[in-house]
């Protein structure tokens, strides 16, 4: 078994900061990719951005310069420095992770989802 879990979510004014956290536990062997999307009313799930094991970024256009992509491997976990926030911004923020299971599993897993709101 294994489990995404997002935390940071919340209500914030335009021009404010959020962090979210995902943590991933479980039968985990190993981690490659991990990143965020998010899916707004209406819209499709898109990606926000992403990390490699080794440290490489991708950002949507839409976010670069304001949100950060980071992650603590030793503990499984990802993080997005969200600044500078828009009401554009406003979503339901997933985790998701590449990754081998310990049973040798290769697949991508989803966290239930965090809602961030931004008020104009």
């Known amino acids: 078994q294994v489990q995404l879990v997002e935390s940071g979510g919340g209500l914030v004014q335009a021009g404010g900061s959020l962090r979210l956290s995902c943590a991933a536990s479980?039968?985990?062997?190993?981690?490659?990719?991990m990143g965020w999307y998010r899916q707004a009313p209406g819209k499709q799930r898109e990606l926000v951005a992403s990390?490699?094991?080794?440290?490489?970024?991708n950002y949507a256009d839409s976010v670069k310069g304001r949100f950060t992509i980071s992650r603590d491997s030793a503990k499984n976990t990802v993080y997005l420095q969200m600044n500078s926030l828009k009401p554009e911004d406003t979503a339901v923020y997933y985790c998701?992770?590449?990754?081998?299971?310990?049973?040798?599993?290769?697949?991508?897993?989803w966290g239930r989802g965090t809602q961030v709101t931004v008020s104009s």
């Open positions: 998701n992770a590449a990754l081998l299971t310990v049973a040798g599993v290769y697949g991508n897993y």
């Open positions: 990390i490699t094991r080794e440290g490489s970024t």
């Open positions: 479980g039968s985990i062997f190993s981690i490659n990719t």
